[in-house]
């Protein structure tokens, strides 16, 4: 299935999840993260903030156990037409843009690229790790300048099941997917 068709029908799935439904949904994701995952104290960890009125998946869950836990915590904030990764704290003051995304005040990039883990914002992704965003290409470009070691990691409410057939040479595959029933691997004979 294309790009374009993959993206308005998980938009509309996302649409029919009443907001409690997004929500528990959410936690399951958290969970199945951390008990996956287990991130230790003083790892560096890249996460999205949710658009939550586009039923995101609700990573505040994972900011508030990454910031109590003493995992460093980096979040993308746009500036411009560029993406900049921002270190954030419990007393980070935060504003909301024209997009709806509440983001730091700060615009001070941490420069930062050796990250353990960036779970990533997706609408969908299939069973070879292809993404499917809402196509501005950012996290495309946050992944060509991030350590190669960096495990990067998909979130969604939905389990794949169809291929994306417009994958772009410039693509670049998630290594894992987190979803409400499993954590997938798209590490073959890499772990």
Known sequence: MLKAELRKKYIQKRKALSPDEAFLLSEKNFENFIHYFN???????HVFIPILSRKEIDTQIFIQYFLSHNIRVFVP??????????????????????????????????HENDYHYVITPLLYCDKKGNRVGYGKGFYDGLFQGISSETKKIGVNYFDPDEYVDDVWENDIPLDYLVTPTEVLSFLIGLE
Request: charged fraction near 35%; avoid cysteine.
């Open 39 to 45: 991130p230790k104290e003083s790892e560096k960890v």
């Open 77 to 110: 904030k746009i500036v411009g037409d560029k993406l900049i990764n921002i270190e954030i704290f419990e007393d980070t003051l935060f504003e909301t843009n024209s997009w709806g995304i509440s983001e730091p005040v700060s615009n001070e990039d941490s």
